[in-house]
């Protein structure tokens, strides 16, 4: 499986991005896709997640302005991120955890929110 990530970029405070994940290769074998971010300084955390079966969950910093959502085939997941604030400033990676307990990173993007 690999994964390749876009949308990243600069944006004001209280604007708007959305981030895709495409997944490639042998996605039947994902059980689960989820973003993570990291901070300078800070340790990777979980945004949130979504289960094969369409379960989402998201962190208690994020939740109310953003979503993760994905197409019918499954194979690109996006994060929708709105009322961004200059703290959710980060890199963010996708993750697909596979039926294995692998975890496949994507090389992860870039967001900066000016305040």
């Known amino acids: 499986v690999q994964l390749v990530e876009s949308g990243g970029g600069l944006v004001q405070a209280g604007g708007s991005l959305r981030l895709s994940c495409a997944a490639s290769?042998?996605?039947?074998?994902?059980?689960?896709m989820a973003w993570y971010r990291q901070a300078p300084g800070k340790e990777r955390e979980m945004v949130g997640g979504?289960?094969?079966?369409?379960?989402?969950n998201y962190a208690a910093s994020v939740k109310g302005r953003f979503t993760i959502s994905r197409d019918n085939a499954k194979t690109t997941v996006y994060l929708h991120m709105n009322s961004l604030e200059p703290e959710d400033t980060a890199v963010y990676y996708c993750?697909?955890?596979?039926?294995?307990?692998?975890?496949?990173w994507g090389q992860g993007t870039q967001v900066t929110v000016s305040s």
């Open positions: 290769g042998s996605t039947f074998s994902i059980s689960g």
């Open positions: 979504i289960s094969n079966g369409g379960s989402t």
């Open positions: 993750n697909a955890r596979t039926y294995d307990i692998r975890d496949i």
